[in-house]
């Protein structure tokens, strides 16, 4: 059975002293999560926000459709000249993202923590 997203947007610092957005998702993500994935990356001010972290680490499942929404999402990230950063992907969906492409919009990191040390 397929559990709702969530998201929620924190703030943290990189060690440069670069203020970077995190875009925090649970649940699984699908195409029922449009919403959560892009509606809420669309909240974002563009103009001040220029590093963004995709926290995967309470993702369950991502199906193809969940896929496009966070390739969407990244798309209109590079267009708006926004660098985007991926961790907490299980070992799975690391080799799907990989295999779709993803790493040439996004790095993607084990965890936080490596994440905001590449920014």
Do not use: C, W
């Amino acid at each position: 059975m397929q559990t709702d997203t969530k998201s929620r947007i924190d703030q943290t610092t990189a060690a440069s002293g670069q203020s970077v957005t995190v875009l925090r998702f649970e649940g699984d993500i699908s195409s029922a999560s449009r919403e959560a994935v892009i509606g809420t990356y669309q909240t974002l001010n563009k103009v001040v926000v220029k590093t963004i972290l995709l926290d995967f680490t309470k993702v369950e499942y991502i199906n193809s459709s969940g896929i496009a929404l966070v390739i969407q999402l990244l798309m209109e990230a590079a267009n708006g000249g926004q660098k985007v950063l991926a961790f907490g992907l299980s070992p799975h969906f690391n080799k799907v993202f990989t295999m779709v492409g993803i790493t040439k919009y996004a790095g993607l990191y084990p965890d936080q923590a490596a994440a905001l040390a590449a920014v």
